[in-house]
């Protein structure tokens, strides 16, 4: 049976990294402070719920950085990773916000991922968090729908995924409310099969995707735009350029097979390429297998 995976982002400490803890029953670390919890994306461990099988993938705000800024080297790198956990791509995009926080970060998101990055393919779901003050938590839907009207999410549903604290009784069973209404929605909504975003017969590229997703957040994220991709450059060449240290570039070039291919296939062997992409993938089982999946 087919994966249902579903990519779950939306602003800074909003809410993703518990609405994924809840959903999967797993625990990872999450936090109430200004500076973003959640540093790397990650990829929960398959769980089952409505009889499909279920796999999130929590990622890092686009505006992660002080000041709503992201320095260029530190995106490039979280892009070719989100790039990279796209491979077998995805059936639902779950854009999460939080009722009392609406910014300007929201419109950005959705760009970036919603029609960038998906380029409309997939089905969108948005889930509200914080609407622990309305009876019922749906009522903040009704109360603010034609606000979203515009973007066409296929449902929005109003949840809370607070836990701890002296409001813990309150948070509790909203929490559970929330995980069932979630998992709903996603059954409901998901794509059968996940729609890829490159490779098979998309008539895309990894790398073609890295330099259009990259020259679309220099634009989104207002990053001078000297940092655009050019057109022949190589991920390498755009890494070391927007300040990654070559031991890092030497490193991502190491742990990703697509970049690897890229750089060899400009060797004058022939098959370089998928020699070198093999040997990757070797290096990237071993890491995975290692970190293994929580
Ligand atoms: N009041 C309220 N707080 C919530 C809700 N959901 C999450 N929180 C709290 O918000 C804080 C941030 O939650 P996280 O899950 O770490 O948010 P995140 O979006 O993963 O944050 P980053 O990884 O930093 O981007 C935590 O203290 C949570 O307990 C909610 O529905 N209501
Ligand atoms: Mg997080």
């Known amino acids: 049976m087919n994966k249902t995976r579903v990519l779950v982002f939306g602003a800074t400490g909003i809410g993703k990294t518990s609405l994924c803890n809840v959903l999967s029953g797993r625990s990872r670390p999450t936090d109430g402070g200004a500076k973003g919890v959640t540093a790397k994306s990650h990829q929960y461990g398959v769980f089952a719920s409505e009889g499909k099988k279920i796999e999130l993938i929590d990622t890092v705000g686009l505006h992660e950085g002080r000041d709503g800024t992201v320095p260029a080297d530190k995106a490039v790198l979280q892009l070719v990773e989100l790039l990279e956990r796209a491979k077998d791509g995805f059936s639902l995009l779950v854009h999460v916000i939080r009722a009392s926080r609406i910014t300007k970060e929201f419109e950005d ?6 029609e960038k990055l998906a380029q409309r393919k997939i089905p969108v779901l948005l889930v509200v968090t914080g609407c622990e003050n309305e009876d019922p938590m749906q009522t903040w839907v009704e109360k603010n729908r034609q606000s979203f009207s515009q973007f066409g999410y296929h449902e929005i ?38 729609a890829l975003l490159y490779g098979g017969d998309t008539g895309s590229s990894f790398n073609k995707t890295l330099t259009s997703l990259w020259n679309s957040f220099v634009e989104i994220s207002g990053l001078p735009k000297k940092y655009r991709r050019g057109l022949h450059e190589s991920a390498f060449a755009l890494m070391r350029r927007v300040g990654i240290p070559d031991d890092v570039a030497k490193m991502a070039l190491k742990h990703l097979p697509d970049l690897v291919e890229e750089l060899a296939n400009k060797a004058p062997m022939p098959g370089a390429g998928k020699i070198a992409r093999k040997i990757s993938e070797k290096v990237l089982g071993v890491i995975f297998a290692k970190k293994g999946s929580s």
Do not use: W
């Open 157 to 194: 549903v109003a949840t809370c995924f607070a836990e701890g604290g002296p409001l813990e009784s309150h948070f509790g069973p909203l929490r559970e409310q929330s995980r069932g209404l979630v998992l709903q929605a996603i059954d409901r909504l998901a794509l059968n099969e996940p």
């Open 109 to 114: 998101d959705h760009k970036f991922f919603v």
